[in-house]
């Protein structure tokens, strides 16, 4: 009887222990769990803000294409155009 009762003392301190030792992991998940998602939230910003930023390379990049291309519209036409000198009337110097 003696043996019995022992035994079961004996495995109610197992499951004590195992009872904390699942605690602490649980614990421990939890934290690694919340470490993941703050990982995942700063990722995600990152990116955001890595796509907005490369949007407004491809912005700047179109903006110096379109003013390249107005900067030769106006050479070409300043090319047709008369010189100033030639505008210019015989009585003026």
Do not use: C
């Not at 004996?10 to 703050?38: M, Y």
């Not at 990116?47 to 907005?52: D, Y």
């Amino acid at each position: 009887m003696w043996e019995k009762v022992f035994e079961i003392f004996k495995r109610f301190f197992t499951i004590s222990d195992e009872l904390k030792r699942l605690q602490a992991d649980s614990k421990l998940h939890g934290e690694q769990i919340r470490e993941l998602i703050d990982n995942q939230t700063r990722l995600y910003y990152e990116f955001q803000l890595q796509k907005e930023r490369n949007a407004h390379e491809r912005e700047k990049e179109t903006l110096r294409l379109e003013n390249q291309q107005l900067r030769e519209r106006l050479e070409r036409l300043e090319r047709l155009l008369p010189s100033a000198t030639t505008d210019k009337k015989p009585d003026e110097k």
